[in-house]
């Protein structure tokens, strides 16, 4: 097991990262005796191997990298005075720092969840054989402390309320993370292992954090943060940026790419493909065309597609020049097929356009007294704008 670096830094100022502080009469004065390091070096351990499943799963028939234990590492930014208060910090190597956070985020929450008595979270980068063995390494997180001592562990470096790893608590925590393993065969399948569910997908945010460094960013939306990787793609780089801003002022931006569900929420971008800003007429089918946008994938009783830019463009493109030629607003619709619907609907007949998903306009009319509608299709918007602005109440 390698020990973390440790760099003590001379400013004031508290960086984000990793914070424990280790607490009782040995660890006043910001004193930490060198054999309370194997704590951080079992994090760092745990961490690192989980990691390392991530990369594997993504890189099947690669060998993993010479250089990626030496680069998934722990570094000490700082040690406060008064107890053995640490935080601490992965170096950032923007190669592997994707892996490196989702290892640190399964771990953090396995710890929470642990000493909260909880349901322990899914770890799906483990094949079942493995998932005790990583809970048993994250049991002896603690194993040093004696009577009145205490690991406070930061999820969060600005937490206020941490997870308090004692003696006492360690009881119930190695309950939780080792017994309930022995309950399961080695043959049975692990359900949590397929918690986790990738797929092309869309969420419409606010950009609110852009680091070009680790080609991370950040994107608040209707389910909470949501955290992305461009770096597959970094050309998206001055996209992001130019709809940076915080979650209660930046334009509404759709992100797209290969979005990666927990429990059926969304978690994070493991690539990105797109970043499109959702601009419309402040008007009310302007809004009408923003719900629409944010509209997820199977919306309409589980099989509505995302609605597409494209057909969304075209149907603002049409409300307004129907708005400027005077003629009555119609109702409008998204489509299950990911498209929207533009309808005159009276007495005297139907006057319809279907924006398909790919830009094809569906044109429809059908009077009272005929017995049955004309239907044409046409890629020319021109043309589509001449047809429903013939339309009359």
Known sequence: MTAPTIRFMDDQRRPSGKRIRLTGERFKAGRLPVDSLIELERYQEVVRKLAEYEWRRDHPDEQLPADFRALVSLTIERIDEGSADVLLAFEQHAVYVQYQDEAQDAVDATIAAAYAGAPLPPLPALPPAAVAEFREELADFGATLREAQSIEFYVNPDDTTPVLITVETRKQALTELILTDFMIAPSDPVGSADIIERREESLIGR????????????????????????????????????????AEEGPLTRITGELRFKNGDPHRFWQTTRVERVEFEDTAWGARLTDFAQLPTGWAEGTGA????????????????????????????PTAEGGVLIE???????????????GLFELFSLQRAQGEGVH??????????????????
């Open 306 to 333: 995302q609605i597409s830019f494209v057909s969304l463009d075209a149907a603002q493109q049409l409300l307004k020049a129907v708005e400027a030629a005077g003629n009555p607003l119609p109702g409008v619709f």
């Open 376 to 393: 044409s299709e046409t890629r020319d918007i021109s043309e589509a704008i001449r047809f429903a602005t013939a339309a009359r109440a």
């Open 344 to 358: 005159w609907a009276t007495t005297s007949g139907i006057h319809s356009v279907e924006i398909l998903e790919d």
């Open 207 to 246: 950009v609110t954090a852009v680091d070009a460094d680790s080609t991370k960013y950040e994107i608040a939306t209707a389910y909470g943060k949501v955290h992305g990787w461009y770096k597959e793609n970094t050309g998206v780089l001055e996209d992001l940026r130019s709809v940076l801003n915080s």
